[in-house]
C-alpha cells in the first residue's frame, strides 16, 4: 500500500515566525561599482521604515603580523578573505529578532577592530552588501531578493584609483598592482559567475534611478503584505498561493 501522504503542503515554520521576519536583500558587484550608492539610495527612500544595512567588509579576517608585513600579497578578493561563519551567525540573529554587534573594518590598518563595534538592532528590512555576497549558498538562502551593481571595467577601476588613493592613503602603483593581481582576476573568476543568482541587475549602479525606485516599490509592496499578515494571520494561505 503507498504510503499515506498529505495534499496540503505544511509550511516549514510557524505563522508567527513567517510573519515576523525581516526583509532580506543582498546587493552584490564588483568592487566600486556603486554597490553603496545603490544602498544609501534605497534606504533614502525608505526612510520611514526600520532598515539597517551589514556590509562584508566587516567580515574581513585579521591579518596574522606576518601578513601585516607583507599587505601587498594578500588577496582582498578571494571569498576566504571573509569570516563567512561569523557573517551567518550575525544574519541569523538579526533575522530573528536579535541585536547584535557588528565590527567596522579599517582599510587603512587592515584590522577589524580599530573602531568600536556598531549595535545594530533588528529592523523590517535588512540590507546585505559586499563583493562576495552570493558565493556562498548557505548566505544567498537568507535572501528574498538579490541585486547585482553592473559597472563597466573601466569605471570602477577608475573610481578605485581615486577612492583608495584619497580615502585610503595608497600610491597609484600599489593600487594598479593590486588590481592587476588580486582584482581583475577574483572578480572574474568569483564575482561575475555569481551574477546569475541575481533577481534584478542594475546597470550603471546609482544613475539609473528608475530601477532604484522599481525595488523601492516592490519592497513597499512585500512590506504591505507583511502588515497585512500581522493582523489577518490567514492570509498567509492567500499570500502564498499568488506569490509572484
Ligand atoms: P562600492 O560600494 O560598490 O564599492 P561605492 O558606492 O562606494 O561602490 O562607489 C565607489 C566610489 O565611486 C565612491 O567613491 C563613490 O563616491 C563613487 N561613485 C559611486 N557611484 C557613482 C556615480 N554614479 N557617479 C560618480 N561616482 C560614483
Ligand atoms: O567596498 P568595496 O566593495 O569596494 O570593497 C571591496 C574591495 O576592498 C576589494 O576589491 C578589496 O580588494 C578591497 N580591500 C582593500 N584592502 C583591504 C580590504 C579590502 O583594498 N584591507
Redesign the pocket.
Known sequence: EEPHTSEIEQPTTSIDERVKQPFVIGVA??????????CDLIIDQLHDQRVVLVNQDSFYHNLTPEELTKVHECNFDHPDAFDTEQLLCVMEKLKHGQAVDIPKYDFKSYKNDAFPLRRVNPSDVIIL?GILIFHDPRVRDLMSMKIF?DTDADVRLA?RI??DTVEKNRDIATVLDQYSKFVKPAFDDFILPTKKYADIIIP????NHVAIDLIVQHIRTKLGQNDLCKIYPNLYVIQSTFQI
Open positions: 558587484g564588483g568592487a566600486a561599482s556603486g554597490k553603496t550608492t545603490v552588501e551593481v573610481r581615486r577612492r550603471r549602479g546609482g544613475d
